[in-house]
């Protein structure tokens, strides 16, 4: 197993980057590229501008990891504009994981729980004026189709479970890891979702769902799980 690097030497990023796009406020849109393995997945996470455990835990593992070790490529934010102003939404208002150009895309708007603890699913929040109309969307599908990925593990908070609908091997490895419930489906509707889409291209996706922690826990408690996930092997 590789090792971490130094804590000391962990505060900034030694890793290769490329720019896959811009996002509606002009931010770059940045992808670690894999650095080796025969068949890379991608890790993704920051779809939700306000899911900040799952950014920063994943961030400091990429960071622990020395860059040629990577065998998988990595977008820490696929929604910078959201990170940066603290919204779930882009900066257009849109939740992106109802913007995907998938058959059940509706434009009828999304709704979302203002924090863990609230009762109801009550702000809204728009889905585009078409699938697949928000530049992060666009640009995301792009890689994926650039890049071909073998499998894809987006990583948001705060329902603490693992989906899985494959039940697959990688998920169930990271649903004992991190000590999270396996399920098939959250139990509700994702119209227009980024899993619905990997779905319809029949890339398997993994969605991690952190429970309502906070970025200094996750970063600590999730690090090593993260980490080996970066280095993940299947073979």
Known sequence: MPSMRPRPDRGQFTHPRETYGKSVMGAPLVYFPAQRGKQ????????????????????????????????????????????????????????????????????????????????????????????????ETEALCQLIEQLDPAWVVTIHEPLACIEDPD???????????????????????????????????DLPCITVEFPPISADVASEDYLPTLFDLLTYDAG
């Open 167 to 201: 039940e697959s091997p990688l998920g169930t490895w990271l649903s004992e890891r991190l000590k999270l419930p396996l399920v098939t489906e959250l139990g509700y509707p994702t119209p227009g979702s980024f899993g619905t889409w990997c779905a319809e291209r």
């Open 40 to 135: 890379p997945g991608l890790i993704i996470a920051g779809t939700h501008g306000d899911e900040t455990a799952a950014v920063i835990a994943l961030s400091c593992a990429l960071r622990s990891l020395p860059p040629e070790l990577l065998n998988h490529h990595v977008v820490l934010a696929v929604n910078p504009d959201g990170c940066q102003l603290g919204l779930r939404a882009n900066a257009n208002g849109v939740d992106l994981n109802r913007n995907f150009a998938t058959s059940n895309w509706t434009a009828e708007g999304s709704v979302y729980r203002w924090n863990s603890q609230a009762e109801e699913r009550d702000v809204r929040l728009k889905t585009g004026t078409s699938g697949g109309s928000e530049p």
